[in-house]
């Protein structure tokens, strides 16, 4: 169990869900991108989420998955479970298993589609809580959620003991700055790639991204350059991450983040339908953007290296 929240505050890949071809799981690839990811010094892993199609997946499928990574992490780095469903009992019982695999942390979007109160939201997360020992993580994401979380709702959730901080996925940088400061106790993961060095100016001491995996020395770079006060030097290596970023959008970001992931261990698989497949000409797009990616990274160690 993580003792201290800000033992969450690293650099965490949010991990693909591997599948065959009909859409099955592929735990075997799972566990090989596990080792993968953690060879390549990425600091945890953080399955289910957005990234991991968790909602596209059935609940004992979710389970799978986390009782893969644990495994497959074997306590070298923590691993965190998204665990958020449309009802309240289906969440505790991925939490209640995430927590007897072993996981870190467990994280859950709010209830989509019915536009809750904020008095049956809090339930929903005091419920949660009450059920586990673990840390909970609230997951802000109101792009794919609709459910936008102020100020005021946001202090309630972060009051509510239990609660480590918030795996914080907008854009809203001011929001992010005010529960900092109102809640300096509290952890707050930065979940936009995108957006990593701004959320980290904003306090933001941790990452959860898509992309973590397969360009950790850039993020791990980019946050060395903004903890040594070189904020320009952080500006430059974000904007490398974000020629990645803008290309994934351009094709496709899950499918194509999957395809990527994939590259060292193996065909990951489709993305669960509704998402469409890729076409020939995106992976051979995404093919020629591993050489890139090469080359951003190799240019910021060489950049290090020399002091610039």
């Not at 072993?102 to 536009?115: E, L, T």
């Not at 320009?232 to 990645?244: L, S």
């Not at 669960?272 to 797009?285: C, D, G, I, N, Q």
């Amino acid at each position: 169990m993580v003792s201290d929240p800000q033992d969450l505050a690293v650099l965490m890949a949010a991990i693909s869900t591997p599948m065959h071809a009909d859409e099955s799981l592929h735990t075997e690839r799972l566990s090989a991108l596990v080792d993968s990811y953690i060879g390549r010094g990425v600091e945890g892993i953080y399955c289910c989420g957005s990234s991991g199609e968790g909602l596209l997946l059935s609940l004992d499928e979710r389970q799978r998955v986390v009782e893969t990574a644990c495994d497959a992490a074997n306590g070298r780095v923590p691993v965190g479970a998204h665990v958020g469903c449309m009802t309240t009992a289906d969440s505790i019982r991925l939490a209640r298993h995430a927590q007897a695999c072993g996981v870190a942390a467990v994280s859950m979007i709010p209830p989509i589609y019915y536009q809750l109160p904020g008095s049956a939201l809090i339930a929903h997360y005091q419920a949660m809580i009450e059920s586990i020992s673990v840390p909970m993580v609230v997951y802000d994401v109101p792009q794919l959620t609709g459910v936008q979380l102020d100020s005021s709702m946001m202090s309630r959730l972060l009051e509510l003991d239990g609660v480590a901080g918030v795996k914080y996925t907008s854009k809203d940088m001011f929001l992010l700055e005010r529960a900092v400061a109102h809640h300096p106790d509290k952890t707050y993961i930065g979940g936009f790639d995108e957006t990593l060095v701004s959320a980290m100016a904003a306090g933001a001491t941790g990452a959860i991204g898509t992309m973590i995996g397969f360009q950790f020395e850039l993020f791990a770079a980019a946050r060395r350059r903004l903890r040594a006060g070189d904020l320009a030097g952080a500006q430059q290596v974000q904007a490398r991450i974000n020629e990645v970023v803008a290309e994934l959008i351009a094709i496709d970001v899950f499918p194509a983040a999957k395809y990527l992931a994939g590259r060292p261990v193996g065909d990951l698989g489709p993305c669960r339908r509704p998402f469409a497949p890729l076409s020939r000409e995106s992976k051979a797009r995404l093919d020629r953007l591993v050489d890139r990616l090469a080359e951003l990274i190799e240019l910021t160690e060489r950049d290090e290296r020399s002091g610039r």
